[in-house]
Structure formats: C-alpha cells, structure tokens
C-alpha cells in the first residue's frame, strides 16, 4: 500500500511540475517536442530493474502527459479564444453570477451557449439592464468579444486561472430569459441568501467581517479602507479567504454537534463540498474540501491518511480540471501553506517541546508554540509568495496569530450558529450580537499590530528582495549541517534579522540625509513626494486604470524610504487620479494637515473630509494663493477657483533649497497662460507635465516661460492617447530631458545630487 501510494506521488508530482514550468518557463510550442523527449526517455528507462530509474521512468511520463495535457488545454481554451477576438457577434449564455453594478457598468460571468463560439466562461459588460439577470438564466444580446488575456494593456493570467477566456462588451439591449431551475445557480443562490442573512442579524460594524470570515465574501471587504488595511497589514488576510483553517473549523463544529463516527463523517463530507460551492470553489477552499474529506474518509476506510501524497494528488486533480489554476495565487498560497505544514510545523514543535521542562508544557505554552512553529511552517513557502505577488510581507503574522486565532475558530462558529438559530430573528440577532464582540476582538489585534513600526516589509525598499534571497540560502545552509544544527539555525536567523534591522534603519537615515523629490509611478495617475530632512510632503494621490490603490503605492514608497508621517498633503484637483488613494492612504499614514480645491457635493470630496475627519487631520480648502513651509521645503500654491473641471485647480511651485518643481495639475493651455502671466516662473528646473502629457497642456507659452531643464510626466496604461506625440515634440523642441513613469517607473530627483 505504502509503495502505491508513493507512485501515486511521484506521478502526481511529476504531472504537476509540467503544468508549473508549462505556465511560466517553457514556451507554448515546445510543449509538444519537449513531451515526446520525456516519454521516450521515460520509456527507456521504464525497462530497468533498478527501484530509483523505474520511478525516474515514471515521473519522466507523467512529466510527458503534463506537457501535453496543458498543449491540448491550450488549444481548446485560450487559443479558441484569441480565433474570436475582436470580433462582433450575437452572443448568449447562462448566467452564473449575481450582476455588480460598478455605476457606469454592470458585470457578471456567464458560460457561453451559442452557436459560432466555445462554451467557455466569459466576463459580460453591460449597462443597468443587466441587474434583471439572475444565476440560472439566459441572457443574449450582441458583443464585442475580446480574449481574457490582458488587463490594462499587460499581460493579466488571472482570468485564465479562474478559467474565463472571454471579454464581451455588450453593444446592444440584454435579452434575459428565465430557464426555469439550474443547478448551476444553486450555490450563488444559497451563498447569496447566506449573505443576506449575515447583513440582517449582524450590526452593521461586523457584517462586512463576518461575510468575508463565514463565506469568503469580500464584495464590500475591499471597499472598507480601514479593515482592509489593518487585516492586510497585520497578515491576518489568510481568515478572509476560505481555506483548509475555515474547513477544519467547520468540521470541529459539526463533529462537536454531531458527534464522531462513519455516519458523521458521511455527513461532514457532504456539508463541508456545500460549504466549497457556497464560497466560491477556489482553489484553497478545493484543495481544503479534498483534504479534510480523505481524513475523514480514513478510520470509516480504515486507512492511514498520507499528507504527501493526498496533497500531490489534490493539486494535479486541480490542474487536471485547469491548467492555468497553476497561476493562481489563492492555489499557490494553500498549497504552500500545507507544504509548510507538512514538511517543518510538526518537527519544529516536537523540538520545540522535547527542550521544555514538563512543567512547563501547559495548555497555554502548547497553544503558543503550536501558533508559532504553524506560522512558521506556513511562512517558509508562501513568503516568497506573497513578496512577489503582493509586494510586501507582514513581519509580525506570528503575533497576529498568537493572539487572534484562538478568537477566529470561535467567532466562525459562533456565526454559523448565528445563521442557524436566526429561524428565529430575536435568538438569530442575540446570538450575532455575543459574536460580534469576538469579530471586534479580532479586528483590534489586526489593527494594533498594523499600526506597530515596521509591521510590514514592502519589496519597494533598497535592499529588500536581496534580504530575503539571503535569509533563504542563509537559513537552507544552515539546516544542511547535521552537527548542531538548532544552533546553526537560530544564528542564521538571529542574523537575517539583524540585517534587516540594519536595512530598514539604513534607508530611513539615507532619505533623511538626501533631499529628493520623487514622482512615483501609479499608473495613470499621479502621486509626488517631497523630503527634506525630517518633512514628508505630497502632492496628489490617485490613479486610474491599474490594480493597485494609489494609497497602497504611495504607502509602499514611503515605508521603503523610512518615513512615518507625512507633515502636508496638497491635492491639485479632486479627479479620481489625482486623489482617489487618499482615503486608503489616511488609514496608514497621519497626515497633519490637507490643502485642496473645495468641491461641496461631490462624492470623493466628501469622504476625503469624512477620512481626514476620522484621523484628525487638518484640513485647509485654498480659496486663494497661499504659501507654506513645511521644514526645509517651500510651496507657493496658485488656486484658480472657477471654470471648467480641469480649469479648477492647485497648481503649485515646490522648492528645497535653491532647487524648483513646477506642478501644473491637469491645467490646460489657457489656464498655463494665467500663470506665467500672474506668476514667476524663473529659475524652476523641473517641470511636471501637465495632464498626464496631453496635447491640450504644457504649450509653449509655459515651456518657453519655465525654460528647465527636466521634464517628468506621470502616466500609465490609458484609453486618451496620453503623452501624445505633439506634446514630446514640443518639449523635445524646448530641450527637456524627459522620463516617463510608464517607461522609467519611480523617478527619484536627488536635490544637490543629480541637478543641484
């Protein structure tokens, strides 16, 4: 039994690291040659007497089939796919979600049903007449059909991870037809009744926790600044997405009701596949479901269940079903985390248990070292994960989970319970009323440790990738020496944590030292920093068309550079890519004081106020030209006040030392004409184009009047054309140096360094 259960590893393995070097190493049309060379040595080697070649045959062709495999899924999916793209076509198909209405469009996923085009998922596009739809039914209108392989003008693997192959943009009225029952919408139903329950029983300043922790529902958890962060950064994310600890939590509560037993395990089984498809079926929540059913199959088969193996087995199931799943960073993390478990948590805590004193192995003392050999076992293989998908990592998750866990297991329970005694509404609200505090419990330890110095590490920083490579091959080699190892071990961890103590203290004092001036590169949008000595200063905080919040970005950029405030905050406009990120960003920064335009009744304004409101911040709306200091940088600020949207703005000349920065907003060329005749514009030696580089700004007027030296422009992926060409010929005309956040990324300027 054992030796199957080994070839069943060694194949699932094997067929796994094909579809894993098939998505991000091997090129697409090798594939096919690179198989046939692993079956045919594969088939030599299949004839050998020796124990080790025969299972080296075995994995050379399960390494073939996965080659394969992946070519074929390929063709039909993704290939299929691009065959359609940019075409114009009648389109119909079952609805497989609720409808989201985002304001100017409502999205929802269907599975294609029609004649001329695969029955693949696609994402539809549509207008209001969308809502009608519900899970189930049949929509048809005509489309216009893009493959689902790019986000913002870059390659995006997302969309094929959760096997959507298509983009329809709707160009005419939904058709929806109601099919009668589907069991397919069966799942979206029920999940969507769950969540309405949770909303209804439980206060209004839990239910967004309490959805995201019962059901992986994080439709409203993303929109909540504060929570987010905090769970983010605290590295609690892991209890908001459903995964093996949500499902073991289930089945302790079930068993607890149930009690143990084959017909209780029968049972469990079943509730735990409806808990899958109720949150979604993720990858992690499929891998958790499989696992936590092959324990419970065990004792009732009387088998011994194997990690390894059952771990293996599960992720090729997976990629079986999936391919490009291998892309998946839920995938990626759950697995990792149980490899982790698997291969260290356990040792590390025998070891940790065999050198305590008997008096000393309390309940208490267990559950600390049980969360924190769990947390580090957890860490070795979704560390990296997490750096490179997430561009940072929280340092102090082990605490997080030290003193919260206890209280998740608990309050997931606890909600459950809620929903099941809410039959009855007055029991259902008292006992959501007794969770809640647990829910709030959990929210302040994330909150508390987000907001520790150097909870988290973002990649961003100086030196921050290389600390990590180092501390892996420091520790690795470590464990290699068999003699003393415990002690080998603790000193290279005792020594990757001075050297990361002495990074993180290095680039503070290297941006207090330096006076810079950075434009840093949000996409289309934009976001400026200015240091000097102590003083933070910023101007602008927003973006467009990319995945990140611009606050998440400029809170990155600031982190790596050791500060931790930011003394002024000056918002040119309030566009979307001028100031939609300070909302995220005031949940992590102080900000003392705000200057902005004032615009009453428009909604970013106002919860910009209600935000700075919440965390004391000062708030100045310029009604005329003002001039700041703030340490050893200067601002004049011009308010032009009235005309158009773009017309309405803070344009402003930064100044550290004898060094100037001109900011001219989204200003067009009228508006630049006012300033150079209302204003000095002398001596300036960067400029920062206006509008993104559109052709309606910086005219020759303002270049001829600025006559710099340099020219920043902020801009990313965008549908406007923007820089446009007229716009670089002119300042080329004008002998500006320009770079581009699009192609140059954060453009650092050292103040008495690069330009004087």
């Given at each position: 039994m054992e030796a199957a259960m080994r070839k069943l590893a060694t194949a699932a393995t094997a067929f796994c690291a094909a579809i894993f070097a098939a998505n991000y190493i091997l090129l697409l049309g090798r594939l096919t040659t690179l198989a046939v060379i692993a079956a045919v040595l594969g088939a030599a080697l299949a004839a050998s007497r020796k124990m080790r070649l025969r299972q080296a045959a075995l994995a050379l062709v399960f390494l073939a089939l996965g080659l394969f495999y992946y070519s074929a899924y390929n063709e039909r999916t993704a290939a299929q796919a691009q065959l359609h793209s940019g075409e114009t076509a009648v389109v119909g198909g079952h609805v497989l979600t609720y409808p989201i209405n985002y304001g100017s469009y409502c999205r929802t996923e269907i599975k294609l049903d029609c004649d001329g085009l695969p029955k693949l998922k696609a994402i539809v596009y549509a207008d209001e007449g969308l809502m009608d739809a519900e899970p189930g039914d049949y929509i048809s209108f005509t489309g216009k059909i893009n493959a689902a392989d790019t986000l913002f003008g870059e390659s995006y693997d997302n969309y094929h991870a959760k096997g959507i192959f298509f983009k329809i943009s709707a160009k005419s009225a939904v058709s929806v037809e109601n099919t009668g029952f589907d069991l397919r919408s069966v799942s979206a139903r029920l999940s969507r009744f769950l969540s309405e329950r949770v909303e209804k029983i439980f206060p209004a300043d839990t239910a967004v926790f309490m959805k995201s922790l019962m059901l992986g529902d994080k439709s409203d958890f993303y929109n909540d600044d504060a929570l987010y962060c905090a769970m983010s950064r605290a590295g609690f994310m892991h209890?908001?997405?459903?995964?093996?600890?949500?499902?073991?939590?289930?089945?302790?509560?079930?068993?607890?009701?149930?009690?143990?037993?084959?017909?209780?395990?029968?049972?469990?089984?079943?509730?735990?596949?409806?808990?899958?498809?109720?949150?979604?079926?993720?990858?992690s929540a499929v891998r958790a479901g499989f696992m936590q059913s092959m324990l419970l199959m065990a004792p009732v088969l009387r088998r011994e269940n194997?990690?390894?193996?059952?771990?293996?087995?599960?992720?090729?199931?997976?990629?079986?079903?999936?391919?490009?799943?291998?892309?998946?960073?839920?995938?990626?993390?759950?697995?990792?985390?149980?490899?982790?478990?698997?291969?260290?948590?356990?040792?590390?805590?025998?070891?940790?248990m065999n050198k305590l004193p008997e008096r000393m192995k309390c309940r208490p003392v267990r559950y600390v070292l049980a969360s924190v050999t769990m947390s580090a076992g957890v860490t070795v293989f979704t560390l990296p994960v997490t750096a490179l998908h997430f561009g940072y990592v929280s340092l102090l998750s082990f605490l997080t989970?030290?003193?919260?866990?206890?209280?998740?297991?608990?309050?997931?329970?606890?909600?459950?319970?809620?929903?099941?005694?809410?039959?009855?509404?007055?029991?259902?609200?008292?006992?959501?009323?007794?969770?809640?505090?647990?829910?709030?419990?959990?929210?302040?330890?994330?909150?508390?440790?987000?907001?520790?110095?150097?909870?988290?590490?973002?990649?961003?920083?100086?030196?921050?990738?290389?600390?990590?490579?180092?501390s892996y091959v420091l520790v690795f080699t470590a464990c290699m020496i068999r003699k003393r190892r415990a002690l080998w071990v603790s000193a290279a961890c005792l020594l990757s944590v001075s050297a990361l103590a002495a990074l993180l203290i290095a680039n503070r004092q290297f941006y207090r030292n330096t006076d810079t001036v950075s434009v840093l590169d949000v996409g289309q949008g934009q976001c400026i920093t200015a240091f000097a000595g102590d003083a933070t200063v910023m101007i602008d905080c927003g973006n467009t068309y990319n995945l990140s919040d611009a606050g998440d970005l400029a809170a990155a950029y600031l982190h790596s550079c050791g500060r931790d405030r930011i003394d002024l905050l000056v918002l040119t406009h309030l566009h979307e890519d001028h100031a939609d990120g300070v909302p995220r960003l005031m949940e992590m920064y102080d900000i003392e004081t705000l200057i902005m335009p004032e615009e009453r009744g428009d909604a970013l304004y106002e919860e910009i106020v209600a935000s700075a409101a919440k965390h004391g911040t000062e708030v100045i709306t310029a009604k005329g030209d003002m001039t700041v200091t703030c340490g050893g940088i200067g601002m004049e600020i011009y308010a032009y006040l009235n005309g158009g949207e773009n017309e309405r703005c803070l344009m402003s000349r930064l100044t550290i030392g004898s060094y100037d920065v001109l900011i001219t907003a989204d200003a067009p060329e009228k508006?630049?004409?006012?300033?150079?005749?209302?204003?000095?514009?002398?001596?300036?030696?960067?400029?920062?184009?206006?509008?993104?580089?559109?052709?309606?700004?910086?005219?020759?007027?303002?270049?001829?009047?600025?006559?710099?030296s340099l020219a920043v422009i902020s801009v990313g992926y965008n549908s406007y054309g923007q820089p446009a060409q007229e716009t670089l010929e002119r300042l080329a005309a004008y002998g500006y140096n320009v770079l581009r956040t699009d192609e140059d990324g954060t453009i650092e300027i050292r103040v008495g360094q690069d330009n004087g």
């Open positions: 209890i908001v997405a459903v995964s093996g600890m949500h499902v073991s939590f289930l089945v302790g509560l079930l068993q607890f009701i149930l009690g143990r037993g084959r017909r209780s395990a029968v049972i469990c089984i079943a509730l735990v596949w409806l808990f899958v498809l109720v949150t979604g079926a993720s990858p194997d990690a390894v193996t059952s771990l293996s087995a599960i992720l090729a199931l997976i990629l079986l079903s999936n391919p490009y799943a291998a892309a998946s960073i839920s995938l990626q993390l759950s697995f990792g985390a149980m490899a982790g478990i698997i291969c260290f948590s356990g040792k590390l805590y025998d070891a940790a989970n030290i003193l919260g866990l206890w209280a998740v297991s608990l309050c997931f329970g606890g909600g459950w319970l809620s929903c099941a005694l809410s039959v009855v509404p007055v029991l259902g609200k008292a006992a959501a009323w007794l969770c809640s505090w647990l829910a709030r419990y959990i929210v302040l330890v994330a909150k508390l440790i987000s907001d520790v110095p150097f909870a988290v590490l973002y990649m961003g920083s100086t030196g921050a990738e290389a600390w990590m490579i180092g508006l630049e004409k006012r300033l150079v005749n209302e204003h000095e514009t002398d001596g300036i030696e960067t400029l920062i184009v206006g509008h993104h580089g559109s052709k309606y700004s910086s005219g020759e007027e303002l270049l001829g009047a600025v006559d710099g």
